[in-house]
C-alpha cells in the first residue's frame, strides 16, 4: 500500500481553534486541529498540544497559505517529520499493552 505524502506537520497551541481547513463541509462543524469540543458544550474546548496532525500534499496544495498564516499567527507550532515519527512510535507504545492478539488453535 502506498503511504501517504505530508507537506506539513502541525500541533495545536492552546487558546487557539484552528479547524482543519479540508473539513469544512455543509452542515458540518469543521474538525479542530490538536483540539475538541465539548458534546454538551461546544463552547468548551479541550487542547492536546502533543498530538501532532500531518497535512497530506493535496490539502496543502489548496490551503497551504492558510495553514502557513495560522503558524505565522502563533495559532499553530509547525513541527518536523521526524518529530511526527516519535510521536506515531509513542502512540504505538502506549497502546501495545492494550493490545490482545487474537489465538489461533
Given at each position: 500500500?502506498?503511504?501517504?505524502?505530508?507537506?506539513?506537520?502541525?500541533?495545536?497551541?492552546?487558546?487557539?481553534?484552528?479547524?482543519?481547513?479540508?473539513?469544512?463541509?455543509?452542515?458540518?462543524?469543521?474538525?479542530?486541529?490538536?483540539?475538541?469540543?465539548?458534546?454538551?458544550?461546544?463552547?468548551?474546548?479541550?487542547?492536546?498540544?502533543?498530538?501532532?496532525?500531518?497535512?497530506?500534499?493535496g490539502e496543502y496544495a489548496r490551503?497551504?497559505?492558510?495553514?502557513?498564516?495560522?503558524?505565522?499567527?502563533?495559532?499553530?507550532?509547525k513541527r518536523s517529520a521526524e518529530?511526527?515519527?516519535?510521536?506515531?512510535?509513542?502512540?504505538?507504545?502506549?497502546?501495545?499493552?492494550?493490545?490482545?492478539?487474537?489465538?489461533?488453535?
Amino acid at each position: 500500500m502506498h503511504e501517504p505524502e505530508f507537506a506539513l506537520y502541525v500541533s495545536s497551541v492552546e487558546g487557539h481553534a484552528v479547524t482543519r481547513f479540508s473539513s469544512h463541509k455543509m452542515g458540518r462543524r469543521p474538525l479542530l486541529i490538536g483540539a475538541t469540543r465539548d458534546h454538551k458544550d461546544p463552547t468548551k474546548i479541550t487542547w492536546d498540544t502533543s498530538r501532532i496532525v500531518p497535512i497530506p500534499e493535496g490539502e496543502y496544495a489548496r490551503f497551504g497559505r492558510e495553514y502557513n498564516r495560522e503558524i505565522r499567527a502563533g495559532g499553530l507550532k509547525k513541527r518536523s517529520a521526524e518529530e511526527y515519527a516519535e510521536w506515531v512510535n509513542k502512540q504505538v507504545k502506549a497502546e501495545a499493552p492494550n493490545r490482545v492478539d487474537e489465538v489461533v488453535s
